[in-house]
Nanobody, 123 residues
Framework: QVQLVESGGGLVQPGGSLRLSCAASGGALDFYAIGWFRQAPGKEREGASCISANDGSAIYTDSIKDRFTISRDNAKNVVYLQMNNLKPEDTGVYFC????????????????WGQGTQVTVSS
């Protein structure tokens, strides 16, 4: 099972940008769809974006479309989430997760999880 480690979170002002990284070890990311989920304080974990393994196609939840971009560098075994024009409602812990089939919005479908990275958007 692949192990995942997120990084790149932090405190940013509204309108700012962050790039999250999801680094894998113990397996090649080529064979995995990678999802980014987020969990705001007091709320359930929700899917934000996912990139497929075969053709690199991506899906985004409506609230982040046109602001966030997911990408993957299989040579480096890393998936990124570029987050632009951040809003206070983007605050939460961001997790990446891997599954061996296609993308899914259900957290239960993912086999491996990272420990999460905190993103705080505040002035």
């Amino acid at each position: 099972q692949v192990q995942l480690v997120e990084s790149g979170g932090g405190l940013v002002q509204p309108g700012g940008s962050l790039r999250l990284s999801c680094a894998a070890s113990g397996g090649a990311l080529d064979f995995y769809a990678i999802g980014w989920f987020r969990q705001a304080p007091g709320k359930e974990r929700e899917g934000a974006s996912c990139i497929s393994a075969n053709d690199g196609s991506a899906i985004y939840t409506d609230s982040i479309k046109d602001r966030f971009t997911i990408s993957r560098d299989n040579a480096k075994n890393v998936v990124y989430l570029q987050m632009n024009n951040l809003k206070p409602e983007d605050t939460g812990v961001y997790f990446c997760a891997a599954r061996t089939w296609g993308c899914s919005w259900s957290a239960f479908d993912f086999e491996s999880w990272g420990q999460g990275t905190q993103v705080t958007v505040s002035s």
